[in-house]
């Protein structure tokens, strides 16, 4: 997230896969040496921005995302052709509920990752994910308005908020429509470089 | 400000100074050596935060305010019966300047605070603030309105943003209105406690 509140750019499209703008909140990640060497490069710090890379596939057994997170596409998919930013062998390893209206048929990748698409709402995909994790983690993956639904549900455990000196003026509020914020997450840690700041939560009681 | 955006809670009365749950926002400044001391209370942490709760006083020649930040009446003074949050010693030490649309003759308190009320605008108020200052800083203290109104103008060359992990679903929000936000200004310090991450931007060139 920026420091004024947004964890995406305005105007995403094929070329502003994080909106305009968006990629500065993301550069933190880049630096580290978890995404770095998971993308094959060599080099990046090893330093408290790396272990909180890191824990993003830490004891992940499945995903969920918002369709926008995955394509710029809205409406009914016209076609087939569109198989997520990232490529053939996307950065996820996992089975990945994709919400949305329109059915679509899964769709495997390299590397483990297959993308099925949810269209009967955010508890049915979490109930598909927590049964194809099998005893390991969800990650709720974002972008915004997946993160709002699910927090204004109540059915989030941890959170964890990396916020970047960025102020990028507009784009996508992640604290938005809230209604009165998530009730019971209490803060657990905050650790920063001079590059971001880690905020986690997590459940009491 | 709450890791969700917020600088006051809502509804600010003479109960609640600083908005519904907005006390919680501050909670880590309450507990700096600093700011003990200049309340007359020992001991407190002498750590990083403490260091920026010193800094909120050190070479503030003036201070400017907006109205709700001086107290919880709206419209027109009813009689000069309103002092202040603070006493009769203010922990300003400074000439300050309330933003207000109503006049009102000049507030002399003890300890060297004297309250000005102006009421020709931002860019009359910092003119005067620099005058008294006499080449000391001038600080911008808050509240919400008033710092946005100063970080659309441009004419803020310093902004720290205390970032608590507090999560407060509602009330005054800091980046807000901004137009496009506060241009110019360029990330030089972030660091945290457990309590708090400090975000200092200055205004580069």
Same mark, same amino acid.
């Given at each position: *997230?920026? &420091? ?16 305009? !703008? ?14 770095? $060497?998971?993308?094959?490069? +060599? ?25 926008? *997170? ?10 087939? $052709? ?24 899964? &769709?495997?990748? +390299? ?24 005893? *390991? ?20 455990? $941890? ?7 960025? &102020?990028?003026?507009?784009? $996508? ?7 009165? !914020? ?24």
């Amino acid at each position: *997230m920026s &420091l004024d509140g947004y964890v995406a750019g305005p105007d995403q499209s094929l070329e502003d896969p994080l909106g305009k !703008g968006g990629e500065a909140i993301h550069e933190w990640m880049f630096a580290t040496r978890s995404w770095r $060497e998971q993308h094959g490069l +060599e080099g990046g710090e090893a330093n408290v921005d790396d272990r909180h890379a890191a824990a993003w596939n830490e004891n992940i057994g499945a995903t969920i995302m918002g369709r926008n *997170m995955f394509g710029p596409i809205r409406g009914p998919w016209q076609d087939d $052709e569109w198989r997520g930013w990232w490529g053939e062998d996307p950065p996820y390893h996992t089975p990945v509920f994709v919400l949305t209206h329109h059915e679509r048929v899964p &769709l495997e990748m +390299e590397g483990g990752t297959t993308f099925h698409f949810v269209t009967d709402g955010i508890e049915s995909a979490l109930e598909q994910a927590v049964a194809a994790a099998d005893g *390991m983690d969800v990650l709720i993956g974002g972008g915004a308005s997946t993160a709002q639904q699910y927090l204004r549900s109540g059915l989030v455990d $941890e959170l964890t908020v990396h916020v970047a000196p960025v &102020l990028l003026g507009r784009g $996508e509020r992640l604290f938005e429509d809230l209604g009165g !914020g998530p009730a019971g997450l209490e803060p657990v840690e905050l650790v920063a470089s001079p590059a971001v700041a880690h905020f986690r939560y997590a459940r009491t009681g």
